[in-house]
């Protein structure tokens, strides 16, 4: 069963930084590319950022390059999206996504980021 927990979200002022982490299991970790995607209220969900299997190729989504760095550690079957100098626009719940995985894949719960101006 594959499963995905999302942590790290909470209430920051703008200007802040808040390191997220999603903890993966049921499948081959270390073998999977890995995606921070979010959610705004009213809106779609969009994908922010995504990194290789081995950590060694990353994308940005163009509003967050420059602020956001998505990173893994294959060891602990978790990866990281650091945020700094956050805006109220990057308010969202957070989720990460694996793809490839088909129907096994279920969204986690994702964690909330709240920016104030």
């Known amino acids: 069963q594959v499963v995905v927990v999302e942590s790290g979200g909470g209430l920051v002022q703008s200007g802040g930084s808040l390191r997220l982490s999603c903890t993966a299991s049921g499948f081959t970790f270390s073998t999977k590319i890995m995606h921070w995607y979010r959610q705004a209220p009213g809106k779609e969900r969009e994908s922010v950022a995504g990194?290789?299997?081995?950590?060694?190729?990353?994308m940005y989504e163009d509003s967050v390059k420059g602020r956001f760095t998505i990173s893994r550690d294959n060891a602990k079957n978790t990866v990281y999206l650091q945020m700094n100098n956050l805006q109220p626009d990057d308010t969202a719940v957070y989720y990460c996504?694996?793809?490839?995985?088909?129907?096994?894949?279920?969204w986690g719960q994702g964690t909330q980021v709240t920016v104030s101006s």
């Open positions: 990194i290789s299997s081995g950590g060694d190729n990353t």
């Open positions: 996504y694996v793809p490839g995985l088909g129907a096994r894949f279920v």
